[in-house]
């Protein structure tokens, strides 16, 4: 993988690039939770980003995606949003610019390999590689928490998309084998090891992702901030959901609308959720993990209403088929469904899910058995 990046890298600029890789990532459990300060267990994957670049003596980025053979330039001091990936690293630059910082130009070549739209979280793993890499060939001396936030900035203000935090987080924090217990509020995490026995984590790819997805994340914000606002007015400390547990919040049931309630209805319990996922993993109890998870793609579909035919087939066809847990991961309305997988019945299931999503969709699924890699970082041993 390495090499046609490099090689494409020299070929065009004619000296050696800097290599860094940035991973995508999973989420074991703690959906939509993030941007209510609550808690989510990501992890990164072994599914990357890889980034060739030198900074350069004028103010022009010039940067070329390999696997689009495509090319973008602009001015480091004229960002602006715009409709191709380049937005991402527009905005990254701009998140440096914002906090007084002040990047010259640079030349750049990328290549990946996390599916775009599947909820592994691509677009957290491109700027999370350039945001490594300017503070590296600047020179800033930034943190891994600040450059995820720099990654976030360039999501909410060039992408249009509210993210929470847990994308850019796992991208940077990542650690081989294990997965990150992360307390959105604190902005601090534990790591678990993953020891996964006798299991597989294994990826189905929907192969759809609904147009939907980006206003309705958006709104799905707006409900859970509506319900907080409510509540907040008799209870001031009160400041987010994770604030609120079930009893307030049914006392203010008919206190605010429907949706605002249903949405918040799922994520108070989440956050509860993740937090008996976190001490399940402990001591290795991975049938009432699963079990989890299966309630937490239950609440997905029914309350917080961000899956679709195609992930609730796919959750479907694991239940009945006695695999240990299943749930759609990300932001939803396609994607990926997670599942924690006995090895045993693993070849079995993937010839069923194949058979029985391709009946229903005419849509051919794609598998990942993906394994938890450390996060971003530079690759010097070529
Ligand atoms: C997307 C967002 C994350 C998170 C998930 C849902 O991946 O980027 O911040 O909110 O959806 O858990």
Known sequence: MIDPLV?????????????????????????HTDYNDGFVMPAAIDKSVKLAITKRPDNQAIIYALDLNEEKSFSINNTTPTKDWSTYIQGVVHGFQQRGLKPQGFEAVFTS??????GLSSSAALCSAFAFALNEIFQFGLDRLSLAKIAQYAEHHFAGVKCGLMDQYASLFGKENSVILLDCRQEQHEYFPLQLVSHSLLLIDSKVKHSLALSAYNKRREACELAVS?????????????DIPLNLLERYKDKMPAEAYKRSHFIVQEISRTQAAADLLKTNAL????????ETHEGLSKEYEVSCAESDLL??????????????MGGGFGGCTINLVQNEYLEKFKDEVLRLYKDAFVIEPAFYEVSIKNGVHEITNL
């Open 7 to 31: 090689n494409t890298f020299e070929k065009k600029f004619l000296h050696k690039p800097r290599i860094f890789r940035a991973p995508g990532r999973i989420n074991l459990i703690g959906e």
């Open 230 to 242: 409510i509540i907040k007015k008799d209870n001031s400390t009160v400041n987010s959901l994770r």
């Open 113 to 118: 390999d996390i599916p775009v739209g599947a």
């Open 287 to 294: 049938t009432a993990f699963g079990k989890l998870m299966y």
């Open 315 to 328: 959750v479907q066809i694991a239940r009945q088929h006695a695999i240990t847990g299943a749930r759609m």
